[in-house]
């Protein structure tokens, strides 16, 4: 076939051609972005919906959460009021026992021996004291008016320079507390 054409009606017929693909490509790419715009908001509304379960569901659970939390606290608060009732008093701490004893004791005083035990807490305790000097026992009598004093020195002394001894009879309830 042979184009008899003349040539400004060939450019017409190419422009034409050129224009119609660039209508269809502008239908195209316009028809590309309104879905990609609708698909994007869609996806959003369904992230925001999937979201929002997902908070009420932790609000949920957050406030069972606290509410254990809250029950076990009680039942710590509970368990702490019900040993300070009846287990803490019934307790005995014989370090405080011994410390309250050597505060009450002048200078110049050791005790060499106390047998404390459970069952000696209530009842008299024996204690035996030896001091530098017979003043020194005799000023722990002013706290201790049970004090038996041994005036007579000791002359082979257990602790060096206290030659004086004297046995004590306590009740640790009564005169320690």
């Known amino acids: 076939m042979i184009n008899l054409l003349p040539y400004d009606r ?6 034409a051609r050129a224009n119609s ?12 972005l309104i879905f990609i715009s609708v698909s994007s908001i869609l996806v959003y509304y369904i992230n925001q919906s999937i979201i929002d379960n997902i908070d009420k569901s932790n609000s949920n659970q957050n406030s069972s959460l606290s509410t254990n939390l809250l029950d ?3 039942r710590y608060k509970e368990e702490i009021e019900y040993f300070n009732k009846n287990v ?9 026992i011994l410390q309250k004893l050597a505060t009450k004791l002048p200078n110049g005083v ?15 305790v024996d204690v035996t004291l030896y001091g530098i000097s017979a003043q020194e026992l005799n000023l722990a009598k002013n706290t201790f008016p049970s004090l038996i004093v041994n005036d007579t020195p000791m002359p082979a002394a257990k602790f060096n320079k206290y030659t004086h001894s004297a046995n004590l009879k306590i009740n640790i309830e009564r005169d320690l507390r």
């Open 72 to 74: 076990i606290a009680n």
């Open 110 to 124: 050791i005790i060499e021996e106390i047998n404390l035990s459970s069952n000696t807490i209530k009842n008299d």
């Open 21 to 32: 693909a660039l209508v269809k490509y502008i239908f195209i790419v316009s028809g590309s």
């Open 88 to 96: 803490y008093p019934s307790t005995v701490d014989y370090s405080d």
């Open 10 to 15: 060939k450019s017409k017929i190419t422009a």
